[in-house]
């Protein structure tokens, strides 16, 4: 709606808000697999109960309970989080090498867990990549955005998402992030801090042009006044 009250009804002829999954369906609609299956949540219950029943006698850790429901609502959170982040069992594996002990033993397992839940989903849909996955993996040979793309309203990315902007920038694309930022070193502002050096190391190894613009609009009094006061006991009355 912002953008639309910015920009007028003109704004539909040129440009459209897009969310990281949308944006996979219109680069499904160019490169093909937009009828791919994409299972929802209870779908992917099923798959990982089946996945688990694969290997669940050769878990250590998570054999006893990889039958309960929150339990595995908790398993394939997890393993969807480790997805985002782009680590592979071999990570866990290499990790649990390092670790003694329970922490040993549960990464040995979450390792086994996300290899037969990928093999399921292959062997089930024919493609174990979530929708950030293929978009990623697929961005950078379509269109999709390629009159410039603007992002905003994050304070982070996955790395499945960043691979996504890497890709956008791979092609040649104008990328603009908008994050907010503090002035220094604020401890508020940390995330968005670490997120603008990893978008800014990216544009550098890629060779991009790197421009950082500084706004700073009027503020309300109200929003002065809460920035200022926020973390003082002893602050004035508004």
Not at 42 to 53: F, Q, V
Not at 94 to 112: H, V, W
Request: hydrophobic letters at 40%.
């Amino acid at each position: 709606r912002r953008p639309a009250a910015l920009c007028a009804p003109r704004l539909s002829l040129c440009g459209e808000v897009l969310s990281f999954t949308r944006m996979y369906n219109r680069a499904a609609v160019e490169l093909g697999g937009l009828a791919d299956p994409l299972p929802d949540k209870g779908g992917r219950l099923l798959l990982m109960a089946l996945a688990l029943e694969d290997v669940g006698p050769g878990l250590r850790r998570f054999g006893d309970r990889s039958r309960r429901a929150d339990f595995l609502r908790r398993l394939m959170a997890t393993a969807e989080e480790l997805q985002s982040a782009m680590t592979t069992p071999d990570d866990l594996r290499a990790a649990a090498e390092k670790a003694s002990g329970t922490i040993r033993e549960k990464l040995a397992d979450m390792a086994m867990v996300m290899e037969a839940w990928e093999a399921v989903q292959t062997r089930q849909l024919g493609d174990c990549r979530d929708a950030a996955a293929r978009l990623a993996d697929g961005i950078a040979d379509c269109t999709v955005g390629s009159g410039g793309v603007w992002v905003d309203g994050f304070t982070d990315f996955t790395a499945r998402e960043l691979a996504v902007l890497e890709g956008i920038l791979r092609r040649g694309t104008d990328l603009t992030v908008a994050l907010t930022l503090g002035e220094g070193e604020e401890e508020r502002f940390a995330v968005t801090e670490g997120t603008f050096r990893r978008l800014a190391d990216m544009a550098r190894r890629m060779g991009t042009e790197l421009r950082v613009e500084r706004l700073s609009p009027p503020e309300p009094d109200a929003i002065r006044y809460l920035a200022e006061h926020l973390d003082r006991d002893d602050g004035p009355r508004f």
